[in-house]
């Protein structure tokens, strides 16, 4: 997004490029509900014009016009004109042809057709992200993230239906702990623990059933039990990590002392640990599985509401189901969302490593 949209906080504006209008009409529908505004050209001529005209955040094109490679024509004009514009190149080429392609033409992404406008918005939202932040701005706050989201994706490799989990309980946790004032610290390794807390699952002895169709049995469950404490060691090698490594530990504990692997209960267990129990419970009932549907938002705030003084301690129940009556549309659709993005991205990884 350029800088003076990003002040005004308008969408941002993207201008899709196929001579199929069918396929960037459908796309448009998509990325509107998506938060952003789109312009739509089925000839490479009248694109370059638009780009020499009105500024574009984001230039999404073809590679093919009519039996033609012209692709590289729109991103060469949108990186002469705007070198800070996201560009991303559609291919129908195989991912390694892609690639390469799209590294040709000045593409900083690529994604193959048939593309998915839900994993189209979301790349475009992330590039823009990492073209906001300049090299010479860099904080130690962005390398933290991009280490944060390496972490989350060791997680999801042994188990991907725990797409996005890490970064969606980070931001909901954040949330509940501004809004109920815990201190900047505490704040900031919950935050860590937010993004690590399922980490002792890829210490598992057998990590099948981790993505077995079908709850576990009784042996799997007390096997899986196994990773709070698990995550909490390995990450506890660094005495700066202590209180981060106690909430990992924490975050299958619940307040009246049903929880594991302790049974700790009520303020035996850390005022982030109860908040990190609440919003991890929150994001795994509100995620598919192969056997159960999501919660829709009534049977999310029924069952959070039935758990006040039981599971969970009321007050950070009270701040939570008021940021639910806010966000909860948005929270209940996110992992839908993050899991077809997953779904891509590990589609083009496999790809590239066969
Ligand atoms: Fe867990």
Known sequence: MNAENHAQGSRPKVLLVDDELGTIELMAVVLDAQGLDTRLSTDVREATRMLATETFDAVVSDVVFDGNDRGGEVLA????????????????????????????????????????????????????????????????????????????????????????????????????????????????????????????????????????????????????????????KRLGNNSHMQDVCQYVAEHHERWDGTGYPKRLRGKQISEAGRILCVVEVFDSISTRRSYKNPWDLDKCIDFFESQSGRAFEPDILDVFLGLLEEYGAEWLAAPALDMRVAEERRRLDTSLMS
């Open 77 to 232: 004009a949108s990186r002469s004109l705007s070198p800070n514009t996201v560009r991303i190149l559609m291919t129908g080429y195989p991912v390694i042809e892609g690639a390469v392609n799209a590294i040709k033409h000045g593409a900083i992404d690529y994604l193959q057709k048939p593309v998915d406008p839900i994993v189209l918005a979301t790349t475009i939202r992330r590039a823009m992200n990492e073209r906001l932040i300049q090299p010479e701005a860099l904080q130690f706050q962005d390398l933290v993230n991009i280490l944060s989201d390496m972490v989350a994706q060791t997680i999801e490799r042994v188990d991907p239906y725990t797409a996005g989990h890490g970064e969606r309980t980070r931001s909901y946790c954040r949330q509940i702990a501004q809004r109920f004032g815990l201190d900047v610290r505490t704040t900031e390794r919950l935050e860590l623990a937010a993004i690590a807390h399922d980490y002792g699952k890829i210490y598992l002895d057998d990590l099948s059933f981790l993505t077995k169709k079908g709850p576990l049995t009784a042996e799997e469950y007390r096997a899986v039990q196994r990773h709070p404490a698990l995550g909490a």
